[in-house]
């Protein structure tokens, strides 16, 4: 049943919607999907549309309710516009709203009312156009205890568990996690892009929490057991030492060792290498530069520096 969240008049004859997708059959838990915070982030999208379909071939084999929420910033994801257009504001650093503030503060607001409660959040987000990560959950360190039992069954490659941040209380999964509503924040792909193996293995990861939340009596996929970083000395980033054109020689997810050879920075003009981008240390190269243009200190790529069979 779709339903409105949001829903407010704009001043060119137009309404603002939010709306979910609420995927119900018998008792039990609910479980809600939320992805399009970022308009430029749209790998959760197709994660939205497979779990959708699946849900409704199949609703005899569900006992609880499935809320999905698409389109979180629709006015940022029409526009490919990461934060809401005409507000300057990234509207992952709005939560949890006011119903007193401005539009984007009241969309944030009833967003995290409308969520509350659930047993467990899925908030989805794609890399930005410049890297391609491979599927990871994030996991704010004050929330390790409870989350990351949950992260290793939801198919993803990586568990990374940062440290707090004072940014990060303005995030939805910060909001919905202060307030005892477990959430859980992924991030895989691309930014403007859709990565059709992330999609299906994030999918198969959503159903199989639901297994184990009692909610789906299907066949599920055996899922990964993923790589668990804990340490912040553990991820190496990777920076441009000169400025360029980044042509890149392994791809996300590759094993690299010490001194090898992730990428390039080239002139185009003078036909000349300006540098090697190489690996700091051996590991995991779990982030690369995907946009080929790079300034002086961009990031090129991230190492979970960690020794494991090829």
Same mark, same amino acid.
């Given at each position: 049943m779709i339903q409105d969240i949001v829903s407010i008049r704009l001043p060119v004859d137009e309404t603002y919607h939010i709306q979910k997708n609420s995927i119900s059959h018998?008792?039990?838990?609910?479980?809600?999907?939320?992805?399009?915070?970022?308009?430029?982030?749209?790998?959760?999208?197709?994660?939205?549309?497979?779990?959708?379909?699946?849900?409704?071939?199949?609703?005899?084999?569900?006992?609880?309710?499935?809320?999905?929420?698409?389109?979180? =910033?629709?006015?940022?994801?029409?526009?490919?516009?990461?934060?809401l257009p005409g507000f300057d504001l990234d509207m992952n650093r709005t939560f949890p709203g006011s119903d007193a503030g401005d539009m984007v503060e009241f969309t944030a607001m009833k967003l995290v009312e409308d969520l509350k409660g659930a047993d467990l959040v899925f908030d989805i987000h794609a890399s930005n156009i410049y890297l391609t990560e491979i599927p990871q959950i994030r996991i704010n360190e004050k929330n390790a205890d409870q989350l990351v039992p949950l992260a290793r069954l939801s198919n993803v490659d990586l568990i990374w568990v940062h440290g707090n941040s004072t940014v990060l209380e303005s995030t939805l999964a910060y909001s919905l996690n202060s307030r005892g509503t477990p959430c859980l924040v992924a991030e895989m792909g691309v930014g403007m892009r859709l990565t059709e193996k992330y999609?299906?293995?994030?999918?198969?990861?959503?159903?199989? /929490?639901?297994?184990?939340?009692?909610?789906?009596?299907?066949?599920?996929p055996p899922v990964r057991e993923? /790589?668990?970083?804990?340490?912040?000395?553990?991820?190496?980033?990777? =920076?441009?030492?000169?400025?360029?054109?980044?042509?890149?020689?392994?791809?996300?997810?590759?094993?690299?060792?010490?001194?090898?050879?992730?990428?390039?920075?080239?002139?185009?003009?003078?036909?000349?290498?300006?540098?090697?981008?190489?690996?700091?240390?051996?590991?995991?190269?779990?982030?690369?530069?995907?946009?080929?243009?790079?300034?002086?200190?961009?990031?090129?790529?991230?190492?979970?520096?960690?020794?494991?069979?090829?």
């Open positions: 018998g008792t039990g838990k609910r479980i809600c999907v939320v992805t399009g915070i970022h308009g430029d982030e749209l790998e959760g999208q197709y994660v939205c549309f497979l779990l959708a379909q699946k849900l409704l071939s199949q609703m005899e084999r569900l006992h609880g309710t499935v809320d999905i929420y698409p389109a979180a =910033n629709p006015l940022g994801i029409d526009s490919i516009n990461r934060g999609g299906r293995q994030f999918c198969d990861g959503i159903f199989s /929490l639901m297994k184990h939340l009692d909610m789906w009596d299907g066949d599920i993923p /790589l668990i970083c804990d340490d912040p000395d553990e991820v190496v980033f990777l =920076n441009a030492p000169t400025s360029g054109m980044f042509m890149k020689t392994k791809e996300h997810g590759s094993w690299v060792g010490k001194g090898e050879t992730v990428g390039y920075i080239f002139d185009p003009l003078r036909g000349e290498i300006r540098e090697y981008i190489n690996a700091d240390k051996s590991g995991l190269l779990f982030t690369i530069r995907e946009y080929p243009l790079v300034a002086e200190g961009s990031l090129m790529g991230r190492i979970l520096a960690r020794e494991a069979s090829r």
